[in-house]
């Protein structure tokens, strides 16, 4: 099963997140990855488990006192690094996940019109770039989750950071996926 974390605190939460993580493993899945931010984006993705995601977030040194994190179990593309989240529009925005977003086929085919470029086969990539569609006329990240979710059909939880607002994350549920909020402490 697919699982969220998000992070918001005056230290690194790259520890917050990898713990979220491993918390989620016994659920099963296919990939896991996290992003951090700070004046840019910091994204770390990996198939396989925790562990190795934990690894890779180690050797480049991922910091930031903001964050979200996911594990994928595939309902849209291969289990594949390419497909692994969070995902990202621009090198500015990101997003992260749950549920099935049932015209997902047709939102692509209008962004691609509209010149974006994907690189999963995953339907959360459009939410993404929808995101970046709808921030470019707003400059809200808020207002452009909420223009965003205006268009989406399906069930799902999301979760989504801008590099342009370093101190927000904006989350969102529709329909049947579970959301549990819980405060992790050292």
């Not at 049932?102 to 999963?120: I, P, T």
């Not at 921030?135 to 207002?143: F, P």
């Not at 939880?157 to 959301?179: I, Q, S």
């Amino acid at each position: 099963m697919c699982g969220i974390i998000g992070a918001v605190a005056q230290r690194n939460v790259v520890p917050i997140l990898i713990e979220g993580l491993r918390r989620l493993e016994y659920r099963g899945y296919d990939s896991a990855g996290l992003v951090v931010v700070n004046d840019e984006l910091h994204c770390v993705r990996s198939t396989g488990r925790v562990e190795s995601l934990a690894r890779l977030v180690r050797e480049q040194d991922a910091q930031g006192m903001l964050g979200i994190a996911y594990t994928r179990w595939a309902t849209h593309g291969v289990p594949a690094e390419r497909n692994a989240p969070p995902h990202l529009s621009d090198d500015a925005f990101a997003v992260v996940h749950n549920g099935i977003i049932e015209n997902h086929e047709s939102l692509r085919r209008q962004l691609e019109k509209a010149g974006y470029e994907f690189l999963s086969d995953t339907d959360t990539e459009v939410i993404v770039h929808l995101v970046h569609l709808y921030y470019r006329e707003s400059n809200d990240l808020l207002a452009a989750v909420q223009a965003c979710i205006a268009l989406l059909k399906g069930a799902y939880a999301m979760a989504v950071v801008c590099r342009h607002e370093p101190a927000r994350m904006v989350c969102v549920r529709l329909g049947n996926p579970l959301l549990i909020g819980q405060c992790i402490e050292d």
